[in-house]
């Protein structure tokens, strides 16, 4: 039924009052020694909305009266929200807040009006929505695609249980652990309120909590037994977790999860299955820092990681980092960095976007539904901003179901193999430092390796930079190549 609904704005909150069934499900079917059953319908619950992006096929071509619709709608929501952000950069005395409201109410209707132009194309062009006939994948053929010292992590968290099903190239096993889905998002929530406190340690008890919570209990029963690499699942306010950053003590020493296991999410198993690779033929690296970011370092951060891959290398910086210029070359890149802004729109979604350079035919916001519509066939997208790796909202504003639906899923959507994003605002310096180390070492090493090995050094480095706030946020959704 849910696949049906033309409106993507309906899909999310569709599945809400339904979400609890499945979980229900999957928490019987592993309570009957069921965990295969339970594993196909906790991807059926996660997987469809991904599977949807991914059957979106190409745009429907537009008539002229809907181009000039479009056009208008996009200039509207331009004009107001230029007109927002210059009455909140009025002096606080001077600022009118009755007009900062009206602002705010037309461009939320704006906004409905574009999505709602959205939704009329893809009822009037079904073959926009659904292109491909895809399935949720069975657990064998995740199994298929797991090397023997892998293993793939995926949780539900029902109303009082967090669910684990571990699936290895052998086995699928399932267990559940008695906490409510209150206290999950409660330790989460507090983890991220101290880790980025830099000036002390407060976060490191939570952490060892959840890394107990999250994956001790499927230690003890050995069933990472001779695994090196893990892909993780998470489910809602797992989605936040720095998965890396957490520690459990051995002889006396903290040791950390990246050092036991090379890292990466998924949106969902199925992820592994129908992300596949046309990887571009020629041109190496595409980094682009536009200057409307107001990121200190980003420049340099682009300027260097470019110079790692010249001649093979293309840089756009300050006023020459369009949005246009980026949807033209993007899809002849094996590598894109961008190293800008977030804009995130909650209430909706595929309107969020990444901050570019406009050139007069637009905003320079390349919104989440015109990432869906690019040609990609790079091996990594890099979104070296502030919590890229975040979709609609945060804990209560996801709908349930569908977790997030941000701009890591939308680059995976438009053929990206992997993306390498962040799960809070990120220090411009530290992160120069990271991603330079991480770019050099990625022709010698697997995407998930380079990235962890990055880490690693940063936090043995002793200084600043070794706290979990400065190497820890950024995460790799997608394959670990």
Sequence with gaps: MRSQLAEERFRAGYIEDKYQVYVALVELLLKLGEPDEAFFYSEKLRARAFLDQLNRGAPPALTEAERREELELRERIRQLRRAAQTEWERPEKERRNDALELFASELVSAEQAYQNLLDGLRRSAPAYAMMHALSVPSSTEVQQLLPPDTALVEYVITRDKLALLVLTSAQVRGTTVPISAERVESRVELLRDLIVRTEDNDWHTSAAGLRNLLIGSIEA?????????????????????????????????????????????????????????????????????????????????????????????????????????????????????????????????????????????????????????????????????????????????????????????????????????????????????????????????????????????????????????????????????
């Design 221 to 481: 029963q050995g069933w990472l037994k001779g695994i090196r690499r893990l892909y993780l699942v998470p489910n809602g306010s797992l989605n936040y977790v720095p998965f890396a950053a957490l520690p459990r003590t051995v002889a006396g020493r903290s040791r950390f999860l990246a050092d036991d296991y090379v890292l990466a999410y998924l949106p969902s198993a199925a992820a592994l299955v129908y992300v596949q690779g046309d990887p571009a033929p020629h041109p190496k690296l595409l980094a682009i820092a536009p200057e409307r970011a107001h990121l200190r370092y980003a420049e340099q951060e682009a300027r260097d990681v470019s110079s790692l891959f010249r001649p093979r290398a293309l840089l756009l910086t300050g006023k020459s980092a369009t949005k246009d210029s980026f949807e033209r070359m993007a899809g002849d890149y094996q590598l894109l960095h961008l190293a800008t802004h977030g804009y995130l729109n909650r209430y909706t979604p595929l309107l969020s976007g990444l901050e570019l350079e406009p050139d007069g035919k637009d905003d320079g916001l390349l919104e989440v539904h015109e990432i869906l519509d690019l040609k990609l066939h790079a091996n990594l997208v890099t979104l070296s901003a502030c919590e890229t790796a975040l979709g609609s909202g945060y804990f209560s504003e996801i709908p349930a179901g569908d977790d997030f639906v941000g701009f890591t899923r939308a680059f995976l959507s438009a053929g990206s193999q992997a993306v390498l994003a962040s799960l809070w605002s990120v220090n411009d310096r530290s992160t120069l430092e990271l991603m330079v180390d991480f770019y050099r070492r990625l022709p010698k090493q697997r995407t998930a390796a380079a990235l962890a090995e990055a880490q690693r050094a940063m936090r043995l480095s002793g200084g600043r930079y070794s706290h979990p706030y400065f190497w820890a946020p950024f995460v790799l959704v997608g394959k670990m190549e």
